[in-house]
T-cell receptor, first 116, second 114 residues
């Protein structure tokens, strides 16, 4: 059972270049999330999706775009990379809310992105 | 902004000892979750405690929640070297439209020496 798979695992970009990070989940989860993790900090939410065709902004959305054309995939795009976007990016998914309770999230192993 | 504040930032203990980590938060929650992150890996869910629960156990893990103080603690009993990792608390906000979003603390780095 693969769970949440992120590609690529590592990438080095030059300032101004663009790229897309791919997240795929095989658990039929409704919700998907993109986070960034910087040294000494917890995770900060960039964008999220509550279902196929939907996206919404999180805490730190500037400089990023997302798309969810298929339920199992959630793409994170950097249109013009900046050094401040050097980080580790994590994708997560979770089932939709059940009753009164939100559900735990399942994480991929991250994409380590360096922007020179 | 970060919802959770974790204490201590780093904890170093010997194998067999207990490890206690604390988390404080600011706003009303639906639930509070603890995650573990091994070096170079993604986060793994450990335990979820709902706002109407005060204590929960899972194997060697014990979590308490005090909503009046807006705080939680994670106790790992009889620690093993394999418990070495970063531990994060994450809060799910109260209300019906949070869509499972979580706000994470900065984490506690636990080192267990053999």
């Amino acid at each position: 059972n693969a769970g949440v798979t992120q590609t690529p695992k590592f990438r080095v970009l030059k300032t101004g270049q663009s790229m897309t990070l791919l997240c795929a989940q095989d658990m039929n989860h409704e919700y998907m999330y993109w986070y960034r993790q910087d040294p000494g900090m917890g995770l900060r939410l960039i964008h999220y999706s509550v279902g196929e065709g939907t996206t919404a902004k999180g805490e730190v959305p500037d400089g990023y775009n997302v798309s969810r054309l298929k339920k199992q995939n959630f793409l994170l795009g950097l249109e013009s990379a900046a050094p401040s976007q050097t980080s580790v990016y994590f994708c997560a998914s979770s089932p939709a809310r059940q009753g009164l309770s939100n559900q735990p999230q399942h994480f991929g192993d991250g994409t380590r992105l360096s922007i020179l | 902004s970060q919802q959770g504040e974790e204490d201590p930032q780093a904890l170093s203990i010997q194998e067999g000892e207990n490890a206690t980590m604390n988390c404080s938060y600011k706003t009303s929650i639906n639930n509070l979750q603890w995650y573990r992150q091994n070096s170079g890996r993604g986060l793994v869910h450990l335990i979820l405690i709902r706002s109407n629960e005060r204590e929960k156990h899972s194997g060697r893990l014990r979590v308490t929640l005090d909503t009046s103080k807006k705080s939680s603690s994670l106790l790992i009993t009889a620690s093993r070297a394999a418990d070495t990792a970063s531990y994060f608390c994450a809060t799910s906000p109260a209300g019906g439209t949070s869509y499972g979003k979580l706000t994470f603390g900065q984490g506690t780095i636990l080192t267990v020496h053999p």
